[in-house]
């Protein structure tokens, strides 16, 4: 099914909402565990479902690759291949090309690349993509984007923007040729450029989509150059459909773009760290390697309620990272997982109660303060 | 509490029984899941007892070297560092030491050895074991024995476990000098010689224990040297005292070794092996990582009820091992606890039903047939 979005509540230009699909509701602002190929890392379904993640985002790319399309379509889909019944949005693998850099070549049939896997060549048009995406029957697909690099003049990130948007019209005609079986997302692209972002939105909109993303951010710009970006280009984006932020971020960068306007979020930081031993706590960061932690029988937060921060001790999350043992990066997942979908709950609740303003000026200057202290 | 064994039902050799702790009770015949480092790879606690674990061992030695027993004993024991609050049973390092040839030195006094994980020297006497394991905290507690290697001449074991009668005897005085946290097995030595066996065994019950191990097996011997052993001892045990034949093994050797009166067993088998790929079945075992389970949609065993099989398929396990998901790891780890923690479970049925030979009979000419079809 489409998937349909309702706001609930709005305060400025934050906003709550709720959207829905054929494998559940999410509800917004929403952030997206990344499960790379089909499994969050380290963790069960069962365990994501009882932090409070509404949705997962796997990488078209990667599955392309391994296991391939046929055999995740054998399954019925990424659901049924991955055991999660929830919502799942796939990504393009626009952004995964563009991170290959010299294994990749770009044209107007669209990107052709040797695999990291085995080195064979590999072809993905708008067309391969949307037929990718169909086979791993995501609930959200997205258009194939020609994902801007930064820095870019403006002549090259006009090519590029204007690029991605004559492969999105060939996503989305490819996308319904027959009836999909979720929604297809368009990406605004147009680097750090607002003519540029306000074009790709224009071009965008002259098709129907359930929701949009702003692409190419979190590419190596400044915080004030994204929030430029956002402050100019959101405010145009149509209201009642989702907008969706890829590949951001942390905790801060989350919590400043809600406050423009933005919906949905995905990052793999939250679990990268988390296996790095790199722990977010309600006073900062941790990293819980440092022999500071070594004889520590205090919880990683003592404000958390997180199944790890519940039953152990930094001195045996230390110990367990020390000595490589998995059960170190499941807990330390869960710590962080729970800490970014606790701040999505917290943002919700704020926007509910038309105290999210009071919120985020408090949040953001505690993590100033808290990154200035490490 | 000193453990106290009550013996329930028996059928032959076999027997059933209950052995109680001060963390609960473990019912016999037991296979004790091994976390080495206060972590059975890839699980939580929670998952070891929704398997049906009564109890675990760790190895005293990798916990000496990290993260040391003055943190583990800061958190309460083991229990409390690890979180696993049922019965604990520790080796003595007698057997990791053996394990680290060139690296030791053995003399009267106990063993030097390199640490394997910063070259420093450590000691382990069998008075420095003792303060260990009772840092530990342990239900169960091990003798520091000398390992006799495989294979070694009459005169050489013998040596070997008159030196292991010595150290029983001081290892005995130093773990009571004051109230013990729990109770300390004696570790039967003697290499493949029956007489030597019989005569550790005479020694060892001049002093009082709440159970007794069978130590050098599982060395390299052939599973009728193994098997012969048992035989010539087993039936010289106290009947009245749990038997624990350490380091053991395959199913299959299980099933044997219950038939010939063992009480307690535990290895790395189904835990090491899952990590590498490789799954019990009713039928046989398989790698997960061979090419003819790629679009395999049935899971690893129709015949298994674990989570693995209820809700996975080869394909997705095969996918996840090939990307070097943890989720694999945990997946195949559950699967193969689960068909041990069954095993030992229907051994238990057919003994208190008195039918444990023939099921001993049917269930080793089926290993042996599925062995030869592999």
């Given at each position: 099914m489409r998937p349909r979005f309702e706001l609930v509540a709005a305060e400025g230009a934050a906003r709550t909402g709720r959207l829905t699909t054929a494998h559940g509701a999410i509800e917004t602002p929403a952030f997206m565990p990344v499960?790379?190929?089909?499994?969050?890392?380290?963790?069960t379904p069962e365990e994501l479902v009882e932090l409070g993640a509404d949705v997962v985002l796997c990488n078209t790319l990667h599955l392309l690759l391994r296991p391939g399309p046929a055999i995740v379509e054998a399954h019925g889909g990424l659901h049924g291949f991955m055991h999660w019944q929830r919502p799942i949005l796939t990504d393009s693998g626009g952004f995964q090309v563009f991170s290959l850099k010299s294994l990749r070549k770009i044209t107007e049939e669209g990107v052709r690349f040797r695999s990291p896997v085995d080195g064979s060549e590999v072809r993905l048009t708008p067309e391969d993509c949307m037929d990718v995406q169909r086979a791993l029957r995501a609930d959200i697909a997205m258009a194939l984007d020609d994902c801007t690099p930064y820095p870019a003049t403006e002549s090259e990130a006009r090519a590029s923007m204007e690029r991605s948007m004559r492969w999105a019209a060939r996503s989305h005609a490819h996308y319904h040729r027959?009836?999909?079986?979720g929604g297809l997302f368009g990406i605004v692209q147009g680097g750090m450029h607002p003519a540029l972002r306000l074009a790709s939105l224009e071009t965008l909109l002259k098709l129907d989509w359930p929701g949009l993303a702003v692409g190419?951010?979190?590419?190596?710009?400044?915080d004030d150059e994204r929030l430029a970006i956002l402050e100019a280009l959101v405010p145009h984006m149509p209201a009642d459909r989702p907008r969706y932020l890829m590949g951001v971020g942390f905790p801060e960068d989350i919590v400043a773009a809600v406050g423009r306007g933005i919906d949905l979020f995905d990052c793999v930081i939250p679990t990268r760290h988390a296996r790095n031993g790199h722990l977010f706590t309600a006073t900062g960061e941790i990293n819980?390697?440092?022999?500071?932690?070594?004889?520590?029988?205090?919880?990683?937060?003592?404000?958390c309620a997180c199944y790890a921060c519940r039953h152990y001790s930094r001195a045996y999350l230390r110990h367990l990272d020390r000595c490589n043992e998995i059960l170190g990066s499941r807990l330390n997942t869960i710590h962080n997982l729970h800490f970014y979908l606790e701040l999505m709950r917290t943002i919700r609740t704020a926007i509910a109660a038309g105290r999210f303003e009071a919120f985020a000026a408090g949040y953001l200057a505690a993590r100033k303060a808290a990154a200035g202290a490490t």
């Open positions: 499960g790379t190929y089909g499994t969050v890392k380290a963790m027959e009836p999909p079986p190419g951010l979190a590419v190596g710009e400044s819980i390697r440092n022999a500071a932690h070594q004889s520590d029988l205090g919880p990683i937060d003592p404000a």
